[in-house]
């Protein structure tokens, strides 16, 4: 597998494990320091993150890629910028549909790819 195949497929994993609740799949791929800008500003870091998947105070219901774009690779540091349209309840909110654009970081250590940070917005 390539650099840019890993890559993308970290993006997609990251999305199903999203959805599917899999906190020992997102715990693999998202390095301990990695932290998720929402798009209300609002930077919370992984591990609040995933504690609130698992609370069900973020509830990912499904997320349909749209487009993958803009990956780059610079030795062991990458981007990605990938849309996907999730629909979600956050925060005690009712299910909505988000047209979400996550700007994705990665670092490469002992060989292996890793989530560092994210962007969320919408598009």
Known sequence: MT????IVQLYRDE????????????????????HLTHMTGYVQPKFEWIDQIQNDEMQYLSSKEDAIK?????????????QNRVQAKIWG?????????????????????????QVASTY
């Open 3 to 6: 650099d840019e195949e890993a």
């Open 15 to 34: 999305n199903k494990a999203m959805v599917n609740k899999n906190l020992n799949k997102l715990n693999e791929i998202l390095a301990d320091d990695m």
């Open 70 to 82: 803009a990956i780059q690779i610079n030795g062991n540091q990458a981007s990605l910028i990938g």
């Open 93 to 117: 909110g009712g299910a909505n549909t988000w047209s979400l654009q996550m700007q994705v970081f990665y670092k490469k250590q002992a060989g292996k790819w890793l989530i560092t940070d």
